[in-house]
């Protein structure tokens, strides 16, 4: 007789496809936002702003009052990247020298050597900067546009990445130092940081009754789920997305119709345009896209452009914002198909 068993078949074993460079850099970018969940609660649209701003080598101005985490979702980030953080205290007396670093003298060696500052890292927090006289404020410039900074005429280099997030109150202006419009153009993104809803804050009520320190983020469980390969692969993924002459010229467009509002004395640079695109263009990555579309240059418009327009005084005066004169203009610039 014969043996009528069927015959074993094969299994697979054969491992699943594996991801993409791409793919793997969205998925730990994504990972990074629910480290930070695990430390900060409702800051989801400001923490979206800080990623685009890493992928774009930009820096942040964070506008809002104390204690809606601005310094805690900063310090989650960091860890969350397994990168360096540093915070400085903008304060009237703080000098140059305290946030770049300066020469010292060393009696041993009867020489001068330099001490670095707190602006040699990866992420640069620093808060309330308009409380800080315009020389000190002035002492970012270099850094944040040429990532590095000149001691005794000396060039030296930052780490890559490098990341200046400031932060200012908007209600209080009492011994403050305005920043200058060269120095906000520097910043690739403006953005404010709400009071929670309710529910988010419940949530923030909860969480300390159960034992959350914010001084310990270990605690809370936050851990290192990204590093700077995936940063770095993830911006080249970013210049690969494609944005069309149609595209363009609506960014453009947008800017120079800025220049030409009742409402504004200085519009917005071709430097801004630039940072349009670039923000338009992170986004459309981060959503999964491989090309721009005007939907995403206008959901990072307001990000990117708001603070790079002056108004008329007069136009302040009548209570108009840079912010209500930029959605008229996104309304009345032809939108490409």
Known sequence: MTD??????PTDTSAPPALSAGAQARTALGNVRTEVSRAVVGQDQVLTGLVIALLCRGHVLLEGVPGVAKTLLVRALSRSLDLEFSRVQFTPDLMP???TGSLVYDARTAAFSFREGPIFTNLLLADEINRTPPKTQSSLLEAMEERQVTVDGEPRGLPDPFLVIATQNPVEYAGTYPLPEAQLDRFL??????????DAEIDVVRRHAQGFDPRDLAAAGVTAVAGATDLEQARAEVRQVAISDEVAGYIVDICRATREAASVNVGVSPRGATALMNTARAWAWMRGGDFVTPDDVKALAHWTLAHRMQLLAEAELEGVTASTVLSSVLASVPVPR
């Open 4 to 9: 009528s068993t069927p015959a074993p078949q």
């Open 97 to 99: 020298g305290d946030v």
């Open 189 to 198: 993104l403006k953005l404010p940081v709400e009071l929670p809803a309710r």
